[in-house]
């Protein structure tokens, strides 16, 4: 799997775009590093909300969620973001669209088989439903750009 953040097929941008592509590159990290307080929120409400865990303190104290945080969601995020910045620019083809369901598929069970070294089955699924709302945010973020930035 390609640890690239990024999928775009550069050879459909005009050129206005690929230009900002550049500049992308560098917001899509200032974008996620606002989002990291919500994401952190996030694995907190689904550890204790949805999969009803007692004591979060395995979570927090894992040697797992700096990995968690500065990697996988990180990856995530970005997918998410360059995902709905393509739609929102008439950009995602079928390929496209299945590269980035493949991608994304990979990315949540390299983070799930790495979470399972550290972490219980229940630990570990607060992580992957966060990461499912983590790519979610970086649509939001990729739509709210695309609409306040990229386009004109």
């Known amino acids: 799997m390609t640890n690239s953040a990024f999928i775009v097929d550069e050879t459909m941008l005009p050129q206005d775009l690929q230009e900002k592509l550049k500049i992308l590159k560098t917001e899509i990290a200032a974008y996620y590093s606002e989002t990291i307080p919500l994401i952190f929120e996030t694995l907190l409400e689904v550890a204790e909300g949805e999969m009803e865990l007692m004591n979060t303190d395995s979570i927090l104290e894992s040697s797992f969620l700096q990995r968690f945080m500065d990697v996988h969601y990180l990856y995530l995020f970005a997918d998410g973001f360059t995902f709905s910045m393509q739609q929102e620019a008439g950009m995602m083809t079928k390929p496209l669209k299945k590269a980035f369901s493949k991608r994304v598929k990979e990315r ?28 979610e945010y970086g649509m939001e973020t990729g739509k709210f750009f695309y609409k306040t930035t990229l386009k004109e």
């Open 108 to 135: 949540l069970n390299e983070l799930k088989n790495e979470a399972l070294q550290f972490l219980n089955i229940e630990e570990t699924e607060c992580f992957t439903l966060t990461a499912y709302k983590t790519f």
